[in-house]
């Protein structure tokens, strides 16, 4: 993402599981985005984001369709 002025957070959950470390998120708000995880979450893979998760993501305001997984909740 490029500053912290061009992204919001949100909360939602984990729908779908996809090709390339891709996810399809439903926002607590209704709207579907595609996320992916965020660099640090990938480097481990000690974190695994399975559907039905709750996460927290950063999205951005120029394609809201798409978005950064940011934090995983227990």
Known sequence: MANSDDVFRAQGEVVATLR????RVKLDSGHEV???AAGKMRRGRLI???PGDRVELEVST???TKG????RYR
Request: glycine share 0%; proline share 6%.
């Open 20 to 23: 390339n470390a891709s996810f």
């Open 34 to 36: 595609m996320a992916r």
């Open 48 to 50: 695994k984001i399975l």
């Open 62 to 64: 120029y394609d809201p």
């Open 68 to 71: 950064r997984i940011v934090w």
